[in-house]
């Protein structure tokens, strides 16, 4: 991949677009990415990073983390931080792939216990997980059913045995968010996003079987706060996200957006940018 060439390094794992890298950048850019990474990223986190440090009331930098690549608007990774009398809110800034994140399922195995059966496991994992491109869930699902998974998140799972009720307690605010309010996405949304439950999805996403190894483990106090303290443990890591339902909650708001964009005058690089004081 083409590095910028007026990229800096500013510390071992800190990379600077100065603001004259394109006109019309509030501040700088910067990249967490160590020599290896940074070489190979693609081109759009470079640009999308800048074209988010034009954003007015931006506060510090544009910054993108080491997963970055690109992404709508703004670079997957990437963040930002703005002035609450000057700044804007962007539903990109958000992302497209609403609530995505990552969860890891620590087992009391050892990869001694694992390492014998792993080809049969994995192949398992594969033909009880829907993945990929258009892959559709096992669950027949009204549009009102849907709704209240949107809702109640994790507790719908656990309460229908998809889950055990400790999850919830190792879950970030109970595995939902207070206030949610089905009405305020599309029928086009819930439409998309009907077939989709239990999915891994694409791009990204990934469920992998991993060993944290003793001598590996960075801070072995925090591991062990976490229930990972035998050797060779054996975890389950996935990550995933919300697929076309998600997708689609963008697309209306970035839309909405759009409109309030021209009304208050403010010139974004890209649309999937449009904002609002």
Known sequence: MAVPKDIRQVSETVWELPPAHRPGMRVSARIVADEGLIASMDQGVFEQAAAVATLPGIVGHSWCMPDGHTGYGFPVGGMAAFDPETGIISPGGIGFDINCGVRLVRTSLSWAEVGPRIAELVDLLACLVPAGVGAHGTLALSREEFRQVAVQGAAWCIERGFG???????????????????????ARAVERGLDQVGTLGSGNHYLEVQVSRAEDRIDSQAAATF????????????HCGSRGFGHQVATDFVRAFAGATGRHRIGVPDRSLACAP
């Open 227 to 238: 229930g990972i303290c035998i050797p060779d443990q054996v975890v389950v890591v996935l």
């Open 164 to 186: 055990w009720p400790e999850d919830l307690e190792l879950t970030e605010r109970g595995g939902k968010v207070e206030g949610a309010d089905p009405a305020a996405v599309s």
